[in-house]
């Protein structure tokens, strides 16, 4: 949640810095802000909304500076204002502070500081604490103001922090919460995330927790705790800024919907050697280890979860091991059973979700082996686990997860196949079957995009709905979830997914003419049964939308509208099935008028708890 920016070089850093706060919109957009340190003082502009709003009230104020740091927000303390967006400043107004995470302290902070310093608060933000408090620390040196203020404050956090008689410096400092370094040419940058900076360069540090950052034109050096310098491998990104572009689609949502083939082929066959065996590359994970697994955790979040979901499925049903699913938040304060015959799966598109990632530490103190599944490569998740399984997704802006969800399920057949494959719980003529099969997927894919105009044409008819139910049984069920995830976050249509056979156990007390069902029916071994859950709701007057497998044709006389997907292998319906849903989810939005890439109060990366 929320995204930093700073520049120090010899450029215009007003100019850099909005362009890299706008590649970050992604993390929060209620709010933007930039400081910089011009003719010895501190130039503020901030206001409430997008950086749109931000940059027309800077218009042609002349920021000529080129030392500045810049903030996108996502409300914690305090709503979205003018007077609650970042950076926050003293009461001097010589120190300027971003922040991205949660002060936890900053309530006693703050009572200190008014009784003792007599501190007048400007705003209800935790982070304006940390501008007083440097404030109050710097005697001329903002490296040490910064370490004396880091050991006052308890919580996550990513800083960066100016000072007016100090220009061509940014000290930073990050604890559970992303900071990157860019390193230019006499020019450093800071950023939450790498698509900021990639307009300016490739060469990357990722900084770790408790490290600070110092930044001048001419060098960018890495402290820890303790002040010793650091040595830090530098990172070149494979991948440009067009990656992270719209390139004509409407919104980022639909051109990461059209570009699931492609980052299907990849996530796959990056993984596949040339005898079409799963090469594991970096990851250590052993025959002897794979049998010694007595139990399965898969923990995530949202979407991520969703896919997990899936996982438990296929994992449970190829490698033969019991797996249980929990969502991050539970999982973490549940004291679960965990011992050295543990291996827990975190599946995170970011590797930045503080839920997953306390999860995982917690997982990993009590002796379970992580492995992890990450889109983004160097992340916090990606970092702490001992083996990563990358999804190659590439750049997922839109805050609603699609091709890092279809991966993400990619990766749970080839982990499922992988472990099953060791085991011995599967023969390498059903291995190599199921392969071929997931070879397929790409392309099978790319003819359930071609159902945009219906799914485009139906969303006009149905987007006035106001209450959705998703049903299915087995691996239907789990696509349901999702399906129904992806409505409510982006139209804001009260949508409910239950497992069909459920329904008739309270739910279906709220079906009344009209009530619109989607109804997942691709599961050949279910298909009757889920003919019956449909015959139900259509007896209580629903209106049913389903998704079938081609072929199973006797779905439309119980239907009022059906989509066929390709006929696949019953376990691999998810990463086609969800195409239908996604789409609907975006057109039925794009009709209800709906900020598609942006929902309101949600942000790409959940930072905090
Ligand atoms: C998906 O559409 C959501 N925006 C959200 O549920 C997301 O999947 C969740 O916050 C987990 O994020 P992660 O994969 O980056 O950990």
Known sequence: MCGIVGYVGHGNAKEIIIDGLKKLEYRGYDSAGIAVVQDGKILLKKHVGGIANLENLIGDDPMTSSTGIGHTRWATHGAPSDINAHPHCNEAGNISVVHNGIIENYAELREMLERDHNVKFKSETDTEVIAHLVGINYEGDLEDAVYKTVGQMRGAYAISVIAASEPGKIVAVRKDAPLVVGLGKDAHFIASDIPALLKYVKEIYFIENNEFVVLTPESAKIYDEDRNEIHREVFHVTWDADAAEKEGYDHFMLKE?????????????????????????????????????????????????????????????????????????????????????????????????????????????????????????????????????????????????????????????????????????????????????????????????????????????????????????????????????????????????????????????????????????????????????????????????????????????????????????????????????????????????????????????????
């Open 257 to 609: 919907i059209y570009e699931q083939p492609k980052a299907l082929y990849e996530t796959l066959t990056r993984r596949l050697d040339e005898n079409g065996t799963i090469k594991l590359d970096g990851i250590k994970m052993t025959k002897e280890d794979i049998e010694g697994f007595t139990k399965i955790y898969i923990v995530a979040c949202g979407t991520a979860y969703h896919a997990g979901l899936v996982g438990k499925y296929i994992i449970e049903k190829l490698a033969k091991v019991p797996v249980e699913i929990d969502v991050a938040s539970e999982f973490r304060y549940r004291d679960p059973f965990i011992d050295d015959k543990t291996l827990f799966i975190a599946i995170s598109q970011s590797g930045e979700t503080l839920d997953t990632l306390a999860a995982l530490r917690e997982a990993k103190r009590k002796g379970a082996r992580v492995l992890s599944v990450v889109n983004v490569v160097g992340s916090s998740v990606a970092r702490e686990s001992d083996d990563v399984f990358y999804t190659w997704a590439g750049p997922e802006i839109a805050v609603a997860s699609t091709k890092a969800y279809t991966t993400q399920l990619m990766c749970m057949y080839l982990i499922g196949l992988h472990m099953g494959y060791e085991k011995g719980t599967i023969t390498r003529d059903y291995y190599d079957k199921f392969i071929a099969d997931l070879a397929e997927i790409p392309d099978l894919l790319k003819m359930c995009l071609g159902n945009k105009g219906y799914i485009e044409g139906l969303s006009k008819m149905l987007y006035n709905k106001e209450q959705v139910f998703f049903i299915g049984r087995g691996l239907d069920s789990a696509v349901s979830y999702e399906g129904s995830l992806k409505l409510k976050e982006i139209s804001y249509i009260n949508s409910f997914a239950i497992a069909a056979g459920e329904l008739k156990h309270g739910t279906i007390a709220l079906m009344e003419p009209g009530t619109l069902v989607l109804s997942l029916a691709t599961q050949d071994f279910l298909y009757e049964k889920m003919l019956s859950n449909i015959e139900e709701v259509k007896a209580r007057g629903a209106h049913v939308f389903s998704i079938a497998k081609e072929g199973n044709t006797s779905i439309e006389s119980k239907s009022n509208e059906v989509i066929y997907i390709p006929a696949c292998r019953d376990e691999l319906t998810p990463l086609l099935s969800v195409v239908p849903l996604q789409m609907f989810a975006y057109y039925v939005a794009k009709e209800r008028g709906c900020n598609i890439d942006k929902p309101k109060n949600l942000a790409k990366s959940v930072t905090v708890e």
